[in-house]
Each structure stands twice: as C-alpha cells, then as structure tokens.
C-alpha cells in the first residue's frame, strides 16, 4: 500500500457508500481513463470479469471460435469457456514471448477457408512486455476480427510511445493482490465505445433494466467493483508511475548482476516499447549454462526465496486437450520451450536491495557449485 488508500477508505465510510457503486468507483474509472487516454473504463470485481463482459460484448456464442495467446495465465482463456465457444490457442515469438504474429496469420488464413472466423482475439502482454502490436492490430484489421487486449500484466507499460491496453475494441486491467496496482481484488474494462461501457455497467449489475420493479430481459452478472476497493485502487494508481520505476530498477539489477553468466537470457524490451517489468522473466539454456531452470528454483526455495517457473502454455493444459493450437513455425514451439527454459524472479515493488542482493548471491552461488 502506498498510504492514501486509508483515506479513500474513510471517506467512503464517512460518506456511508459501502456498495458497488458510489464516487470512488466513478473517480476511479474517471481516473484510469485519463490515465490510459480512453473514453471509457468500467470498474470490476476482476479481470476475468472484464475479459468476460468484453467476449459478451463482441458477441461470443456457443461455438464461436475465439483465438487466445498460449503462454498466459488460465484467466484470459476461462471466459471463452464460460460464453460455450471454442478456443484456439496461437503460440509465442522469441523476441516478446508474446502472439506470434505468424501463427496468428496461419490461423486466420485456416479460419477464413474454413468459413468460421473467430469472433475475438485475445492477446496477452506477458510480464508487462506489449506484443507486437503493429503486425497483430494490421492482422485484426485485415480480417476485420475484433481484438481484446489482456493487459491484467502492464498497466503501465507503452508501446511506441501509446498505453498498453488500448490497442484493440477493448482493453482489460486486473488489480488482483499480485498485480503492480491492486484493489485486492478487482479489473478494469477499457474502451473508446460509450454505448459498449454502459451496456457492460448493466450487464455487471444484474442487467436491471430501467422500471421502478425489477425487470429483467438479459441475463446478467454481479461484476461490478466495490466503492471500498474503488478507493485503494485511486491511492494506487497515484503511485503507478513510481511502482514501474521500482520494477524496472528490479530488472536493471539482475540483468547487471547475472546477465554476464552463460546461458542466461533475460526477457528483453522490444524496440520502442516501455515495459513495467511486472516480473523479472529469463531462460536458462541448460547445455550452454550447466544447470537448468529448475535447478535455480530449487536452490532459491532451500534459501526459502520462491521463484516460479513461466506460465504453462495453455495448449499444454489438461483442460484444453485436444484444442486446436498454431506454433509460431513448423519446427518450433516457443510457448513450450519458454515454459521449459522460463521463470521469473523475486520483483515486488517493495524488494530492497539488501533482499534482491540475498536472491542474487543465492543464484550465484548455486551457479558455482554447478559448474
Ligand atoms: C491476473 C491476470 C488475469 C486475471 O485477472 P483477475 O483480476 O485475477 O481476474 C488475466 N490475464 C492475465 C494475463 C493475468 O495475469
């Protein structure tokens, strides 16, 4: 917590606004709007609420097709799920560990034979790298298939010079407790469209249509985000900025302390973009370096410092068995080598350095008794 969050609270006690709605809600959607430069934003219990509202939104059915990043976490590609439609998974590139705009092609080409393109596609910025959006947006625009940016990991981050979150129909932030900003709990919906972020208010409240009873003709959802909680979320956005300063100094530091070491490969910044180094992200080729990934993890978990590895690509998952999924190339499968190879790092904000210099020199020394 950065301090300001306690009287944001109080002011909501103070004023008795306990609920789903209230000033701190509207200030804080206010707030993010500004913050990202859109028109709209609509305040959330999470972001997978908001990634579900967005797929409803689109127009997601039973048996739509949507297209997902692989290397993510399991919350981008549940609300497909939940809407009875179809995912598809497209596979990473080296150089982001974001959609491969290749694959995505391949399988927009495949789609479009086919008849059946999907409704939506969902692209995740890993860790707080943006993907490459130029050739994802020009693809989306090609096809003419809507996009939702999952940008729950980059609040924060640019790509040539424009907020993370606003490159597509819509954008999505989480505020979850591991995220840079938190709420505890909460998301962010994000979009240019005034009539799409009313119809996501009533949809997140029930779909109460106006009548003095309650009246209902679509199916809603309790989604919408709680004005005690609207409140930390405004105390934290005031120190956004400073949270990826921290976070990029986390990075700066262990590149400059391991990068020298062979075989290690720290996550990198695409060219004219600005990352929030959400986490500290590296590959370990075992054969160049002598030990692997996982040999790291364990040392640092007897020093009890927990590590972890990447996400599991999702087309790896058993709940997504036998879905159709697009490799970056013929030969190779990026999300897997990365979930191989991949792990992040100790990078909250409030690390000192005494602590990263503990987790540094635990590294270093497991890296001595290996080689
Ligand atoms: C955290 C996260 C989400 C989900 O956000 P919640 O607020 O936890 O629902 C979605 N996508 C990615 C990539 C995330 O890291």
């Avoid at 002598?290 to 996400?311: D, K, M, T, Y």
């Amino acid at each position: 917590m950065s301090g300001n969050e306690a009287k944001y609270i109080r002011e909501a006690f103070d004023t008795n606004w306990i609920a789903p709605l209230g000033p701190n809600v509207d200030a804080f959607e206010k707030e993010i709007a500004n913050y990202v430069g859109v028109n709209e934003a609509v305040a959330l219990s999470s972001g997978t609420a908001a990634i579900h509202l967005a797929l409803i939104l689109l127009g997601v059915e039973t048996g739509d097709k949507v297209f997902c990043s692989s290397l993510t976490f399991v919350a981008s590609a549940n609300p497909i799920l939940y809407q009875g439609a179809e995912p598809v998974f497209i596979d990473s590139e080296p150089e982001t560990w974001n959609m491969s705009p290749d694959a995505l092609k391949r399988a927009l080409q495949d789609a479009a034979i086919e008849g059946k393109l999907p409704k939506a596609i969902i692209v995740v910025n890993l860790y707080g790298q943006s993907a490459k959006m130029n050739e994802i947006v020009a693809l989306c625009n090609e096809f003419g298939v809507p996009m939702i940016e999952d940008a729950a990991e980059s609040l924060g981050s640019t790509y040539k010079g424009k907020p993370s979150g606003t490159f597509g129909e819509f954008g999505i932030f989480s505020f979850n407790g591991n995220k840079i900003i938190t709420t505890s709990g909460g998301g962010m919906l994000v979009t240019n469209d005034h009539e799409k972020a009313q119809k996501a208010r009533f949809l997140a409240t029930q779909a109460r249509d106006s009548a003095q009873h309650y009246q209902h003709s679509s199916r809603g959802y309790n989604y919408r985000m709680s004005n005690i909680l609207a409140g930390i979320g405004r105390a934290q956005l005031e120190v956004l900025e400073d949270r990826v300063k921290a976070r990029r100094l986390i990075y700066e530091r262990y590149a400059q302390e391991l990068g020298s070491i062979p075989g290690l490969f720290f996550m990198s910044e695409l060219k004219e973009t600005h990352s929030n180094r959400w986490l500290t992200a590296l590959t370990i080729e075992e054969m160049e370096a002598g030990f692997s990934a996982n040999e790291v993890i364990q040392s640092l978990a007897e020093a009890n410092i927990e590590a972890r590895p990447v996400w599991k690509p999702l087309h790896l998952q058993p709940l997504f068995a036998g879905v159709t999924y697009y490799p970056h190339d013929e030969e190779r499968d990026i999300s897997e080598e990365l979930f191989f190879k991949g792990l992040c790092l100790p990078s909250g904000s409030n690390l000192m350095i005494e602590e990263q210099l503990r987790v540094i020199n635990v590294i270093k020394s497991a890296v001595k008794l290996k080689v």
